[in-house]
T-cell receptor, first 114, second 111 residues
């Protein structure tokens, strides 16, 4: 079974631009979560989508948004990029709807904002 | 609130040494506990998990036991290899699909 895939793997943007990251979950997984990883703040939860609905949200500004499609694929968008948005963005999928909340991660998208 | 505390790194060991990475947690309710490993330039890989008190998770020679009385989930391995060099994250989840992570512990193993 294929793992979680994320595209693109690397991105370079400039301040003020916007960016869209994509995540395809493991087949059969209906929940997709997004995390930001930085050296200073560590791993922080952004949001979680299940059945095309945002079910959980972390403490990030409204510039960070996401959506989920009917095939469970998810996208994350960051508008008006700031230097501090440079990070590794990780997507994780889980079955959800069961007692097993184990999340499986993709390789991440490395975003650099210049 | 819910939180995870990990020992500071880096942990530096010689090959075949015994490894312990401490992890304690604070949680309301009954969390599931996880260890993830991150190799350079990669995402997180699930190493092991435990979903209730006294459960022992194990994988690739690593073990961790869910200790409710001490709110701990320490990671251990009897004999580390150079290939185990990575960053290890302890995490918890309480009734949701949101993971709360510790700060990570870098392990360096030298031949």
């Amino acid at each position: 079974k294929a793992g979680v895939t994320q595209t693109p793997r690397y991105l370079i943007k400039t301040r003020g631009q916007q960016v869209t990251l994509s995540c395809s979950p493991i087949s059969g997984h209906r929940s997709v979560s997004w995390y930001q990883q930085t050296p200073g703040q560590g791993l922080q939860f952004l949001f979680e989508y299940f059945s095309e609905t945002q079910r959980n949200k972390g403490n990030f500004p409204g510039r960070f948004s996401g959506r989920q499609f009917s095939n469970s694929r998810s996208e994350m968008n960051v508008s008006t990029l700031e230097l501090g948005d440079s990070a590794l963005y990780l997507c994780a999928s889980s079955l959800s709807g069961t007692s097993d909340v184990t999340q499986y991660f993709g390789p991440g998208t490395r975003l650099t904002v210049l | 609130g819910n939180s995870v505390t990990q020992m500071e790194g880096p942990v530096t060991l010689s090959e075949e040494a015994f490894l312990t990475i401490n992890c304690t947690y604070t949680a309301t309710g009954y969390p599931s506990l996880f260890w993830y490993v991150q190799y350079p330039g990669e995402g997180l890989q699930l190493l092991l998990k435990a979903t209730k008190a006294d459960d022992k998770g194990s994988n690739k020679g690593f073990e961790a036991t869910y200790r409710k009385e001490t709110t701990s989930f320490h990671l251990e391995k009897g004999s580390v290899q150079v290939s185990d060099s990575a960053v290890y994250f302890c995490a918890l989840s309480v009734n949701t699909d949101k993971l709360i992570f510790g700060t990570g512990t870098r392990l360096q193993v030298f031949p």
